[in-house]
């Protein structure tokens, strides 16, 4: 579990590479304060997408790429040097400062329109059909592991706005329009969809 607050911005070390385990391994540098919260087996969020240690150093973690992390995310068509948000697990005891995010990327949304305030940001996303119902006027989204609230949405699209300190302190500050993000709903706003979808037109209301 994480919260969508970014610890530190790392980098991939080479190109993603197959694994002997028939997966891909993405290599990553990353400060040596983040490296102390880390070991093998450990769980980090990498542009928001969960993933394992199997490999840990000081200043570099190594993680593997299911073929389900692959279809569903970009991780696999990174090159050496591109800008990884980082966030460790959340622990018992750690401030939530975000909201509840599980690192279980749905899809990929488009940057449609960027525009910049002074030193503040009005970002737009595309996103597909099927992510509608999980989208909410002032509900929590994650792009690419970064904790946001919608600011406005219509049927395809939603708006965010984003602070110096986030632009600063996340890879959003570089993002272009026309390039795709990692999206993670709020995970009530599935469930409750999902309870609604088995209930049926003739469930009737909650109780």
Same mark, same amino acid.
């Given at each position: 579990?994480?919260? +969508? %607050?970014?610890?530190? =911005? *790392? !980098?991939?070390?080479?190109?993603?590479?197959?694994?002997?385990?028939?997966?891909? !391994?993405?290599?990553?540098?990353?400060?040596?304060?983040?490296? @102390?919260?880390?070991?093998?087996?450990?769980?980090? &969020?990498?542009?928001?997408?969960?993933?394992?240690?199997?490999?840990?150093?000081?200043?570099?973690?190594?993680?593997?790429?299911?073929?389900?992390?692959?279809? @569903?995310? @970009?991780?696999?068509?990174?090159?050496? $040097?591109?800008?990884?948000?980082?966030?460790?697990?959340?622990?018992?005891? #750690?401030?939530?400062?975000?909201?509840?995010?599980? +690192?279980?990327? #749905?899809?990929?949304?488009?940057?449609?329109?960027?525009? #910049? =305030?002074?030193?503040?940001? @009005?970002?737009?996303?595309?996103?597909?059909? &099927?992510?509608?119902?999980?989208?909410?006027?002032? *509900? /929590?989204?994650? =792009?690419? +592991?970064?904790? %946001?609230?919608?600011?406005?949405?219509?049927? !395809? /699209?939603?708006?965010?706005?984003? =602070?110096?300190?986030?632009?600063?302190?996340?890879? %959003?500050?570089?993002?272009?329009? *026309?390039? !795709?993000?990692?999206?993670?709903?709020?995970?009530?706003?599935?469930?409750?969809?999902?309870?609604?979808?088995?209930?049926?037109?003739? +469930? $009737?209301?909650?109780?």
């Amino acid at each position: 579990m994480f919260t +969508g %607050l970014v610890r530190e =911005i *790392g !980098r991939l070390s080479r190109d993603p590479r197959p694994s002997a385990g028939g997966g891909v !391994r993405l290599e990553i540098t990353h400060g040596e304060e983040l490296g @102390r919260l880390l070991g093998v087996g450990a769980s980090l &969020a990498v542009a928001g997408v969960c993933l394992t240690l199997v490999e840990s150093a000081p200043e570099s973690s190594a993680v593997e790429l299911s073929a389900e992390t692959l279809a @569903r995310t @970009r991780l696999g068509r990174l090159h050496e $040097g591109d800008a990884l948000n980082l966030e460790p697990a959340l622990r018992a005891g #750690d401030p939530l400062g975000g909201h509840w995010v599980q +690192g279980h990327v #749905d899809g990929l949304v488009e940057l449609a329109a960027r525009r #910049d =305030i002074g030193d503040h940001a @009005r970002f737009s996303f595309e996103f597909p059909p &099927a992510f509608a119902p999980w989208i909410a006027e002032k *509900g /929590s989204v994650t =792009i690419d +592991g970064v904790s %946001l609230t919608v600011a406005s949405r219509d049927e !395809r /699209s939603f708006d965010v706005a984003l =602070i110096p300190h986030t632009l600063e302190v996340t890879t %959003l500050g570089s993002l272009r329009p *026309g390039e !795709r993000c990692h999206f993670e709903a709020d995970i009530l706003a599935k469930y409750v969809d999902r309870i609604l979808a088995t209930r049926g037109p003739a +469930g $009737g209301a909650f109780r």
